[in-house]
Antibody, heavy 113, light 111 residues
């Protein structure tokens, strides 16, 4: 069955960096677009970024463009999100998702001094 | 900026039908597929409808999706409401720049 497992979340100071990973299994990872979505505490869902199956097409939300970088390693069935220059407003649960269907359980990122 | 607006909340009794709207702020909502996600308290979202009206395997046929171009809106209908349907529901699509956009979310309460 399809599984998406995020890791790498934690507490980081403003201005710091963090790299999230998402391990995929149960499907042919290299065939699918993948995305990152986040949810701040008590708030709604916010789309962050997506990447095409080959990695050649990438889009970012304006709120993270220039600070976050999405990437993938199809040989390792893994999706990544490099987050730099983190701000308090980036505090959220970050979900990895196969575009339009399966979601992971999320990893919490807290940006605080 | 393209936005998707949903009612804040809807309530109905078990066995009844609820319909949640998702209205696009501009352009044509029919230009890109709409997805619907269910999020129960404390859990990750799951997909109940993808590509406007397709149900993933395992999602009961009580869930259905549709598009109404005349009102520039998408709708999620849940029939035969059950207590387990109590959750937050979000629509999602893309704007003209291929950026993902989520709706404002609707809390469904089963009375």
């Amino acid at each position: 069955q399809v599984q998406l497992v995020e890791s790498g979340g934690g507490l980081v100071k403003p201005g710091g960096s963090l790299r999230l990973s998402c391990a995929a299994s149960g499907f042919t990872f290299s065939d699918y677009y993948m995305s990152w979505i986040r949810q701040a505490p008590g708030k709604g869902l916010e789309w962050v970024s997506y990447i095409s199956s080959s990695g050649s097409t990438i889009y970012y939300a304006d709120s993270v463009k220039g600070r976050f970088t999405i990437s993938r390693d199809n040989a390792k069935n893994s999706l990544y999100l490099q987050m730099n220059s983190l701000r308090a407003e980036d505090t959220a649960v970050y979900y990895c998702a196969r575009v339009s269907d399966y979601w992971g359980q999320g990893t919490l990122v807290t940006v605080s001094s | 900026n393209f936005m998707l607006t949903q009612p804040h909340s809807v309530s109905e009794s078990p066995g009844k039908t609820v319909t949640i709207s998702c209205t696009g702020s501009s352009g044509s909502i029919a230009s890109n597929y709409v997805q619907w996600y269910q999020q129960r308290p404390g859990s990750a979202p799951t997909t109940v409808i993808y590509e406007d009206n397709q149900r993933p395997s395992g999602v009961p046929d009580r869930f259905s999706g549709s598009i109404d171009s005349s009102s520039n809106s998408a709708s999620l209908t849940i029939s035969g409401l059950k207590t387990e349907d109590e959750a937050d529901y979000y629509c999602q699509s893309y704007d003209s720049s291929n950026h993902g956009v989520f709706g404002t979310g609707t809390k469904v309460t089963v009375l």
